[in-house]
Antibody, heavy 114, light 107 residues
Framework: QVKLQQSGAELVKPGASVKLSCKTS????????MSWFKQIPGQSIEWIGM????????GYNQKFKGKATLTVDTSSSTAYMDLSSLTTEDSAVYFC???????WGQGVMVTVSS | DIQMTQSPSFLSASVGDRVTINCKAS??????LNWYQQKLGEAPKLLIY???SLQTGIPSRFSGSGSGTDFTLTISSLQPEDVATYFC?????????FGGGTKLELK
């Protein structure tokens, strides 16, 4: 069955960077798209961007350009998202989802605090 | 960006009630509209894709309708396990955008 397993919760200092992972199984990762989302608890969801695992091609929400960088490792069927220059406004739950939004990872809480 | 206006924000209903949730897009999105259910502390779960297609494994009491700018999610007979927040998502054009959510509780 399709599974997306995200890395564990992160506590990071302002100004730092963090790399989140999303390890997949149960489908052909190398010919699929992966989207990433941000959700502040109690609020709605924002789409960060999408990556095609076949060639690494990406598309970003303008709001997150310069903040998020999406990459993939097809050898391990894993997608990654780098978040840079973190501020308290980046504190949120981040989800990966197979494009189309049919299968989602469990989410990872990122807390930015000194 | 396409704005998705979801209503109502909160909904209280009884077991067995018919429940409807609406989403209005700021421009034509054809049928590229998904509905999600999210329970506290969990990831969103896809219920309906492309406006009216029921995702595999989702009970038939959930249905979707609409096209263009106006869409509806209907729960034909509310069950206790349907207590959750519901979101619509347009995937017609980038950036994908979500509605503000509808929190559904039991009366």
């Amino acid at each position: 069955q399709v599974k997306l397993q995200q890395s564990g919760a992160e506590l990071v200092k302002p100004g730092a960077s963090v790399k989140l992972s999303c390890k997949t199984s149960g489908y052909t990762f190398s010919t699929s798209y992966m989207s990433w989302f941000k959700q502040i608890p109690g609020q709605s969801i924002e789409w960060i961007g999408m990556i095609y695992a076949g060639d690494g091609g990406t598309g970003y929400n303008q709001k997150f350009k310069g903040k998020a960088t999406l990459t993939v490792d097809t050898s391990s069927s894993t997608a990654y998202m780098d978040l840079s220059s973190l501020t308290t406004e980046d504190s949120a739950v981040y989800f990966c989802a197979r494009a189309g939004g049919d299968y989602w990872g469990q989410g990872v809480m990122v807390t930015v605090s000194s | 960006d396409i704005q998705m206006t979801q209503s109502p924000s909160f909904l209280s209903a009884s077991v067995g009630d018919r429940v409807t949730i609406n989403c209005k897009a700021s421009q034509n999105i054809n049928r590229y509209l998904n509905w999600y259910q999210q329970k506290l502390g969990e990831a969103p779960k896809l219920l309906i894709y492309n406006a009216n297609s029921l995702q595999t494994g989702i009970p038939s009491r959930f249905s979707g309708s609409g096209s263009g700018t106006d869409f509806t999610l209907t729960i034909s007979s509310l069950q206790p396990e349907d207590v959750a927040t519901y979101f619509c998502l347009q995937h017609n054009s980038w950036p994908w955008t979500f509605g503000g959510g509808t929190k559904l509780e039991l009366k």
